[in-house]
Structure formats: structure tokens, C-alpha cells
């Protein structure tokens, strides 16, 4: 039931009760008083009376008259208690009326000189008021119908109800138009309190409320300001931490107290293969000991220091610490790449040591040889030689190295320009002629014409050319070398082709590493420093460009070369 029905029924229930009060109370209260003063009234109509009343007056008479006087009944009745005169009743009917010597009101009259009573009368055929007065010659007795004075009570008790009734519709026209205005603010109160309870904060309680339903009014629209104003503060905060989150290299998972994880950030999401939504239970996580490990301990309050692990073929470093809310924040930071490039590192070093080592050798070697004066001159000059070449080859492993850490540096940018490729070419062939006339190779230059020119930088361009065109002759045993051009919308492409010994498919993928060579023997004899196509990959990657190769054992090997246009 709403505040303004419950207002309306307790109005009604009050006024109601307050009608049948004043109707049953002052109802009753009025008729006693009534009787009371009938009562004397009648008591001083029967002294009246009385004093008429003397020996000799013909009582038959002197009630009749009497009664006709004042209009009430009137008798007179003997010391016997027969009735003597009766305003009401003539001397036939008087006669067969009964001894009134007992009735209450003669009884208490002669006893105490007075006597009253009210009861139904048969003789009447109603209810009457009897008042009866002792007198030497009997007892004079005047008596009144209580119907006029029920009809008075009866008739005041319904102005009364009236009344009643109507200060009861005006009390519910009053009570319905106050219940409104106090039930119609405290609706909307509720409503806009349920609102906002419900995330609504943009909701408003008007402030025209009167007295403490508005003062309630202000204080909601107070607290659902402030409430906005902390939820954007939360928010702001919220959204700083995500982006903070989000922005680590690391990645971070914090849990509850009940290790529900309540946090995770995208890197943690990839390095551990999570995509379940928030808050999920910590089971969800991968079953690594280390992680686990980690997660318990920062459970139960203690902080572990960083521990390797191992995650879908990824090497990670997981860390833990207790919040001061309970819970815990873990942290995993993928080393999968650092150990890949200490691997790198440390083969790298490994690669240039013994690269090194053989030509620094034979230099050191010949040179102590030589020391001896004994040596005739012919072996000397051939010993002398011998280290000029080791001298040279470990020049060009230097100058290859030099070349690629300057590349790889990231300090060396093209210095691009439109190159005429044929021109180049012929350069490149110029240079190498000799190693490929040695071994009857043609080389053969096959420039389209639509791809005469290419935007490149023109001393990388001859190196990347020299390089491929170089690995060629020195890969190929008979047969030609092919430089060809072509076109398409991606730019330019190089393709240098030869007929030579090939490279198996599972080395492909692979030549483009530092010093890594299908055949080292092979490679150092002809002169090679197994950086070549490295030098080649990182110019090519410096112009935006692509480097891709085609190869079949004992047919030849083709090295294409994007250069965009
Ligand atoms: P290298 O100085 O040893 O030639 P590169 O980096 O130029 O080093 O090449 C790497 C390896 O790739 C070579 O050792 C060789 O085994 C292979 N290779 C490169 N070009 C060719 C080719 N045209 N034909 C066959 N094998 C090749």
C-alpha cells in the first residue's frame, strides 16, 4: 500500500472512530441529561398538582385537567394504590387498571416523598418517565412518553453524524491533497534513489519538495553529485591504471584475496594463452610449477624473487608480491628474445673467433718461418704469399664486419637516388670478369626495358649486385650467370640466376644468417666470408625492399632482390 493510501486510511479509520465516539457518548450523555431535567420538570408538575389536590376535589377532574394544562399524563392514585384519576384513560378504563401500589416509582415515593422511574408501560404501549409524588390523600403521579426525548437524542445524534460526515469527506479531501503532496516528492525520491542505485547516476530529485522531504531531496541530489564525481575519479583512476597496465613490457596479473584473478594486461593475456573474461579463478592459468609457485606464495603473503619458467615454447621470468589487501600481483617478462640474442651473441663471437683464428694462424705461422734466415729466397717470397692472402681474407671478414654492424646499427640510411641498373651492372661484371673467365662462365645481363632505373642508394646497390653476382660465380662450376630485371607494382625486382651446385631447401631459409654457410670448406676456399648475403639482406631491408630465394640441388640457385619503386 503506498504512503499516501495509508495516510488516507488512518485519517478515515481516526475520523470515524471520532464520529461513533461523539455520536454514542454525547448521544447517551444527552439523553441522561434530558431525563434528568424532565425528571424535575415533572417533579415540580407534581407538586403543582399536589397543592390542587385536596379532599373533596374529584381527582377524575383535577387529572384531566391538569394533564390537559401542562400535556403530560397525569394520576392520582389513593393511599390503596388504586388509580383515582387519570388524564389518559376515563373512568371505565381508569377501573380496570391494575393496583399501582407497587410499581417502582409509587414504591420510592412512599419511602422517601419522591420516586422516579422509567420503563415500558403496558398501559401506554411505550416507554415512559414516571415521577410520583406522596401526598396525604395518595400519591400524585405525572408521566411523560420517553419518545420525544429519544426522537431529540436520535435527532441530534444524526446532525451530529452529519456533521461528522461532512468533516469527515472535507478531513479525506484535506488528508488526499496532503498525502499527495507529501507521498508524490517522496515517490520520486524513491524512484530516482533506485535509479541511481542502479548506475543511473545522471538521475535528479526535483528540489520543490516542501519541508524534510526536501531537505531528503537536496541531501540525495547532494550525495548522487558527490557519488558521480567519485565514480569519475575512479574512473579516470581506472582508466590511468589500464593504460599503465597496458603500456608494460611485462606482463601483470593481480589476484584477490580468494585468487580470483581480478587484473590482467594483454601482454600477461598472450604470454600465458589466457582469453577468459575477468574475474576468472586462478585454475584458469597455465599449470607451470614456477607460475604456480608464484601465485601461492604471493597468496600467503610472501614475495618470491624473479624464476625462470618455460610457457608455450617462451622463455619468461615470473616474480610475485603479497598486496596489502590481501591477494597478490605476479609479474611474467618474456626473455625469449634476450635469450635468443645472447644465443646470437655468444655464436657471433664464436663465428668471428674462428673465422679469425685459421688466417691468423697461417699469418703467425709463415711469419715465425720466415724469421729463419735459412729459407731460400723462392719459398720466402711464397711464404710472404701465403700471408698476404690470410692477410687479405682477414681484411675482408674486418671490412664485412664493419660493414654490417654500421648497417645493423640502424646509424646507415640510404642515400637513395635513381640509379641506372645497367650501368651498374656492367661495372659489377667488369670486376668480376676475370674470376669468371677463369672458370669459362658467361655473364649475362638481361635489363627490361621498363625496368631500367631503381630508386636505391648507389653504392649499396653495387655491393648488394657484387654480393649476388659474386656468390654466383663462386657457387657455379659451368654454365652462365644471368642478371635479369623485372617490373611490377611492388617496384623493381633483381633476380641474379645461376647454373651451379644449388642450395638444399633446408638450408635456404637459413643463408641469410651471419656466417652461415652450406658448405664452410667450401666457402672459405673460394674465398668466401659467409656475411655476404647478410650485408645483402640488411641493405635490401634499408630500402623497404624484399629478398627472396629459389634454389634446386645440382641446377642452379636464383637470389631476387625487391628494391621498391
Ligand atoms: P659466403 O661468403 O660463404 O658466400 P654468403 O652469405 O654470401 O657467404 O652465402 C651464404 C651461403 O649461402 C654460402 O656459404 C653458400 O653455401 C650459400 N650460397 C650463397 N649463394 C649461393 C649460390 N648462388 N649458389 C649456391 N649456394 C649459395
Given amino acids: 500500500m503506498t504512503l499516501a493510501r495509508r495516510l488516507l486510511a488512518g485519517s478515515l479509520v481516526v475520523v470515524m472512530a471520532l464520529v461513533a465516539a461523539i455520536v454514542l457518548i454525547a448521544g447517551g450523555r444527552l439523553r441522561d441529561r434530558l431525563v434528568e431535567e424532565k425528571r424535575d420538570e415533572l417533579a415540580r408538575a407534581g407538586r403543582a398538582i399536589a397543592l390542587q389536590w385536596q379532599p373533596g376535589t374529584d381527582p377524575e377532574m383535577l387529572a384531566h385537567r391538569a394533564g390537559d394544562a ?34 417502582p416509582e409509587i414504591v420510592e415515593a412512599r419511602n422517601r416523598g419522591l420516586g422516579a422511574s422509567r420503563r415500558h408501560s403496558a398501559s401506554a404501549g411505550d416507554d415512559e418517565l414516571y415521577v410520583a409524588q406522596r401526598h396525604p390523600l395518595g400519591y400524585v403521579r405525572v408521566s411523560l412518553t420517553t419518545r420525544t426525548l429519544d426522537e431529540i437524542v436520535r435527532g441530534a445524534q444524526r446532525d451530529v453524524l452529519v456533521s461528522g460526515l461532512l468533516a469527515l469527506l472535507g478531513a479525506l479531501a484535506l488528508t488526499s491533497l496532503f498525502a499527495r503532496s507529501i507521498s508524490q516528492p517522496v515517490v520520486e525520491l524513491r524512484d530516482v534513489a533506485r535509479a541511481i542505485a542502479a548506475g543511473d547516476l545522471h538521475r535528479r530529485p526535483a528540489l520543490s519538495a516542501p519541508g524534510e522531504v526536501g531537505d531528503l531531496a537536496t541531501a540525495l541530489h547532494r550525495m548522487a553529485e558527490q557519488l558521480a564525481t567519485r565514480l569519475d575519479a ?22 584477490d584475496e580468494r585468487g580470483t584473478v581480478i587484473r590482467i594486461n594483454e601482454r600477461a593475456r598472450s604470454l600465458l594463452g589466457v582469453s577468459t573474461p575477468l574475474p576468472f579463478p586462478r585454475e584458469l592459468l597455465p599449470r607451470d610449477h614456477t607460475l604456480r609457485e608464484a601465485i601461492e606464495s604471493a597468496l600467503a603473503g610472501a614475495t618470491t624473487p624473479s624464476a625462470e619458467a618455460s610457457l608455450h615454447e617462451r622463455t619468461v621470468a615470473v616474480a610475485s608480491r603479497p598486496l596489502g589487501t590481501g591477494g597478490g600481483v605476479v609479474t611474467v617478462l618474456d626473455l625469449t628474445m634476450l635469450r635468443r640474442l645472447e644465443t646470437i651473441r655468444r655464436d657471433f663471437v664464436a663465428n668471428v673467433s674462428h673465422e679469425l683464428k685459421t688466417p691468423l694462424t697461417a699469418v703467425s705461422g709463415y711469419a715465425e718461418t720466415l724469421l729463419d734466415d735459412g729459407i731460400p729466397g723462392d719459398q720466402r717470397r711464397r711464404f710472404v704469399e701465403t700471408i698476404r692472402e690470410n692477410a687479405t681474407r682477414m681484411q675482408r671478414i674486418v671490412d664485412d664486419l664493419l660493414d654490417l654492424s654500421r648497417i645493423e646499427s640502424g ?131 634499408a630500402h623497404g625492399g624484399r629478398i627472396e630465394s629459389t634454389s634446386a640441388v645440382g641446377r642452379g640457385t636464383t637470389i631476387s632482390v625487391l628494391l621498391p619503386g
Fill in 70 to 103: 401542562l400535556g403530560y399524563r397525569v394520576t392520582l392514585i389513593d393511599t390503596l394504590g388504586v388509580v383515582v384519576g387519570d388524564a389518559e384513560f376515563g373512568p371505565e378504563a381508569r377501573r380496570r387498571l391494575e393496583n399501582h401500589l407497587n410499581r
Fill in 234 to 255: 575512479l574512473e579516470a583512476d581506472d582508466q590511468l591504471m589500464t593504460a599503465v597496465l597496458e603500456s608494460l613490457e611485462e606482463g601483470i596479473i593481480a589476484l
Fill in 411 to 541: 646509424g646507415w640510411r640510404p642515400n637513395v637516388a635513381q640509379v641506372d641498373v645497367g650501368g651498374v651492372v656492367n661495372d659489377v661484371f667488369t670486376a668480376i670478369q676475370p674470376a669468371a673467365a677463369a672458370k669459362h662462365l658467361a655473364l649475362v645481363s638481361a635489363v627490361a626495358p621498363d625496368a631500367t632505373h631503381v630508386r636505391v642508394d648507389p653504392t649499396a646497390f653495387r655491393q648488394i649486385l657484387t654480393n649476388l653476382v659474386e656468390n654466383a660465380v663462386r657457387y657455379t662450376r659451368e654454365g652462365s650467370v644471368t642478371l635479369r630485371t623485372r617490373k611490377t607494382d611492388e617496384g623493381v625486382w633483381v633476380d641474379v640466376s645461376d647454373t651451379g651446385i644449388g642450395i638444399a631447401s633446408e638450408h635456404l631459409p637459413r643463408i641469410f644468417e651471419r656466417f652461415y654457410r652450406v658448405d664452410a670448406g667450401r666457402s672459405r676456399a673460394e674465398g668466401g666470408t659467409g656475411l655476404g648475403l647478410a650485408i645483402v639482406r640488411h641493405l635490401v631491408d
